[in-house]
């Protein structure tokens, strides 16, 4: 299962790079507190962009568990970067609330501010330990809740990185159906 439709907009999953998704005017970063480059996701985006992003995020942090802020997206494709902070497994509580607040939050961003599409990576799955199973879970639910009262929003893309995180995500989103 690869898409989802529910009104005037899609969910959809692919196994792909968050830093190449040309056709989407929004894409998330799995962001540190500090809104700095880091490493895995933020790393890439951080890479991708030019050091001009950092300029521009940093200012905006420190972010809490399942904030999220938006910049400009200079050197990459896209118009915009919603950056979140996902939970630290175990540490963050309580972890489920917390990650499917990134995925509302930044779909949030861009109903205010009339962004129609949006890509995720799967937040807190890297280096914040977050079970992929239980992570695909949480985002998907979370993002398929929204979806209903979504009026500017019409493709929301969940980025995966790995064969299995595509699995995974595909499983999940028959069992919610
Ligand atoms: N495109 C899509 N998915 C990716 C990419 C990519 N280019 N690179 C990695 N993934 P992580 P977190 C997958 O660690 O757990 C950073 O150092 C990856 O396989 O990026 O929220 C920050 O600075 C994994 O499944 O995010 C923070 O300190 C998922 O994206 C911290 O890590 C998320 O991995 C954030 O940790």
Redesign the pocket.
């Known amino acids: 299962m690869d898409r989802y439709i529910y009104g005037d907009t899609a969910l959809e999953l692919r196994k792909?790079?968050?830093?190449r998704q040309d056709d989407v005017e929004a894409i998330v970063n799995?962001?540190?507190a500090h809104l700095?480059?880091?490493?895995?996701?933020?790393?890439?985006i951080h890479r991708a962009a030019g050091p001009e992003l950092e300029k521009e995020s940093t200012p905006l942090g420190p972010i809490k568990p399942g904030e999220a802020v938006i910049t400009g997206a200079h050197q990459l494709p896209n118009e915009y970067v919603i950056h979140c902070l996902?939970p630290v497994y175990d540490r963050d509580v309580p972890h489920d609330q917390l990650l499917a607040n990134c995925y509302q939050n930044a779909l949030d961003i861009c109903e205010k501010k009339g962004i129609k599409s949006i890509a995720f990576?799967?937040?807190?799955?890297?280096?914040?330990?977050?079970p992929?199973e239980e992570a695909a879970e949480v985002a998907l639910r979370a993002i398929m809740k929204k979806m209903p009262s979504l009026k500017k929003v019409e493709l929301i893309r969940m980025?995966?990185?790995?064969d299995k995180?595509l699995e995974i995500h595909q499983e999940n989103m028959k069992k919610l159906m």
């Open positions: 792909g790079d968050i830093t799995a962001a540190n700095r480059q880091g490493g895995g996701v933020a790393g890439a996902g990576p799967a937040i807190s799955t890297g280096a914040f330990g977050y992929p980025v995966l990185f790995g995180d």
